[in-house]
């Protein structure tokens, strides 16, 4: 059995969290995200309702350890 690899990487090229702005937060939600991490991020449409929010890694203080 091969193990999996790791979840977090110490330095990932970028995070991406799926936003289903149908949800009864979903907009709300990827505003927060907005606000809190702004230049470091991007949205990337991927049908109507359906957003991908692409975080660059610039945001990271410190690589994990």
Known sequence: MIAPQQLYPSHPECLIV???LNEPDGPAALDRQRD???????????????V???IRPGWVSEPAA
Request: charged share 35%; proline share 0%.
């Open 36 to 50: 809190a991490l702004g230049e470091y991020t991007d949205i990337e449409a991927l049908d109507e309702n359906r």
């Open 52 to 54: 991908a929010l692409i």
């Open 18 to 20: 799926l936003f289903d």
